[in-house]
């Protein structure tokens, strides 16, 4: 079964640039969550959808992000303006089922790397 | 407020050792749910192991384990028999906890880098 993809691998823009970045989930997984890595800190989760309905969006950091899920299966995270501080690793995960039962394991993908000049 | 620490930036282990990752948590609820994922060079994050606090023992998944020590609110992985290919970042997880509820997003600790040499 293919895994979780993202697109681009790596993105570099400049402030003010507007980049969206794409996410397709595993098939048949209803939860789709964003998190995100700034350089040498935790990572931290931006949102998480059910179904194409955003469950969750507490982490976004600011009206900047907007993020979509059209239709329940892929997904995008658009920045518009970036600015500096969005640089970052951009990762996206999927699980199936109830996302609140304990065990429940998000398989990640490989992130997309955003840098803002 | 929930909080994962890994305090090992970077570790270093022989090949065909064995060697233990910390981490410690902190939450309030008797209820939880603790992950290790690595994360290899090409970047994505692999699922490693899972436990939870109301298990009655320990996970273990091929040569990962897990040693929990609940009083002491630590979840140390341990990789026994190191392979080159064990060199990555690993992070400890913890799921974040509203109220008496499960949500579904993760609280992740700052990493830990580990080299095997060979």
């Known amino acids: 079964e293919a895994g979780v993809t993202q697109f681009p691998s790596h993105s570099v823009i400049e402030k003010g640039q507007t980049v969206t970045l794409r996410c397709d989930p595993i098939?048949?997984?209803?939860?789709l969550y964003w998190y995100r890595r700034v350089m040498g800190k935790e990572i931290k989760f931006l949102l998480h959808f059910v179904k194409e309905s955003k469950q969750d969006e507490s982490g976004m950091p600011n009206n900047r992000f907007l993020a979509e899920r059209t239709g329940g299966t892929y997904s995008t995270l658009k920045v518009q303006p970036a600015e500096l501080e969005d640089s970052g690793v951009y990762f996206c995960a999927s699980s199936p089922g109830r996302a609140r039962s304990g065990a429940n394991v998000l398989t990640f993908g490989a992130g997309s790397r955003l840098t803002v000049l | 407020a929930q909080k994962i620490t890994q305090t090992q930036p970077g570790m270093f282990v022989q090949e065909k050792e064995a060697v233990t990752l910390d981490c410690t948590y902190d939450?309030?609820?008797?209820?939880?749910?603790l992950f290790w994922y690595k994360q290899p060079s090409s970047g994505e994050m692999i699922f490693l192991i899972y436990q939870g606090s109301y298990d009655q023992q320990n996970a273990t998944e091929g040569r990962y384990s897990l040693n929990f020590q609940k009083a002491r609110k630590s979840a140390n992985l341990v990789i026994s028999a190191s392979q080159l290919g064990d060199s990555a970042m690993y992070f400890c997880a913890m799921r974040e906890r509203r109220g008496s509820s499960n949500t579904g997003k993760l609280i992740f600790g700052q990493g830990t880098t580990l080299q095997v040499k060979p």
């Open positions: 939450t309030s609820d008797p209820s939880y749910g």
């Open positions: 098939s048949g997984h209803d939860n």
